[in-house]
């Protein structure tokens, strides 16, 4: 079965420093999503992408999230300088339809930022 | 706005037990979709069910089965003679397409736990 894949599973970075989360989306779906689970509370949408544009973000996406689709096939998240508040599992997800929520998630990569 | 209530913070069942997770939603629209995941110790997102709002029809899949109720905005979720490998956080989520919205929004989650 088509999986969606992130690396690196778990992530440790200082405060200040900018990451980047990848995935690599089913082939043939054309929708990607960034969602973040603070530890401990529910899972919280921030950004939708749609030929090669975000197409719908949260409030919580604010100037220092960016997200990019540089080669065809990865999906990135970039923080570009982490917080404390930063430490969360993020989920990439992919569909092929937009807006009925059938979603494939990856399996999170956990950011801890010390 | 959107809204799914898990007002089951965590349960605590012992092996066989029958046990439902309940979830409440709120939204002024008339096409949604209603889905349940599982996240089990591992992190991951498991998707378990799919209901769209033109089709309240109970549905089950083995030992799991769901309760969808347009008259009470809810969609709960049963699980029989539960297993210790059932234990995990069960989250409820809605989407609603119309407006050309495309998030998820998530409950609180339940955590479920079966003791052996």
């Known amino acids: 079965e088509p999986e969606v894949t992130q690396t690196p599973s778990h992530q440790v970075t200082q405060m200040g420093q900018e990451v980047i989360l990848r995935c690599v989306p089913i082939?043939?779906?054309?929708?990607f999503y960034w969602y973040r689970q603070i530890l401990g509370q529910k899972v919280e949408f921030l950004v939708s992408?749609?030929?090669?544009?975000?197409?719908?973000k949260s409030e919580i996406f604010d100037d220092q999230f960016s997200v990019e689709r540089p080669d065809g096939s990865n999906f990135t998240l970039k923080i570009r300088s982490t917080k404390l508040e930063d430490s969360a599992m993020y989920f990439c997800?992919?569909?092929?339809?937009?807006?009925?929520?059938?979603?494939?998630f990856g399996s999170g990569t956990r950011l801890t930022v010390v | 706005a959107q809204k799914v209530t898990q007002a089951q913070t965590e349960i605590s069942v012992v092996e066989k037990e029958d046990v439902t997770l309940d979830c409440v939603y709120e939204?002024?629209?008339?096409?949604?979709?209603l889905f349940w995941y599982k996240q089990p110790p591992s992190g991951e997102l498991v998707f378990l069910i799919r209901?769209?709002?033109?089709?309240?029809q109970n549905e089950i899949s083995g030992r799991y089965s769901w309760n969808f109720q347009k008259s009470t905005s809810s969609f709960n979720f049963t699980i029989t003679a539960s297993q210790v490998v059932d234990s995990a956080v069960y989250f409820c989520?809605?989407?609603?397409?119309?407006?050309?919205?495309?998030?998820?929004?998530f409950g609180k989650g339940t955590k479920l736990t079966v003791n052996p």
């Open positions: 997800a992919s569909a092929a339809l937009q807006g009925m929520g059938g979603y494939t």
């Open positions: 082939s043939n779906h054309l929708y």
């Open positions: 992408f749609y030929n090669n544009e975000i197409s719908e």
């Open positions: 939204t002024r629209d008339t096409t949604y979709y």
């Open positions: 209901r769209n709002s033109f089709d309240e």
């Open positions: 989520a809605l989407i609603r397409p119309q407006g050309g919205s495309e998030k998820l929004v």
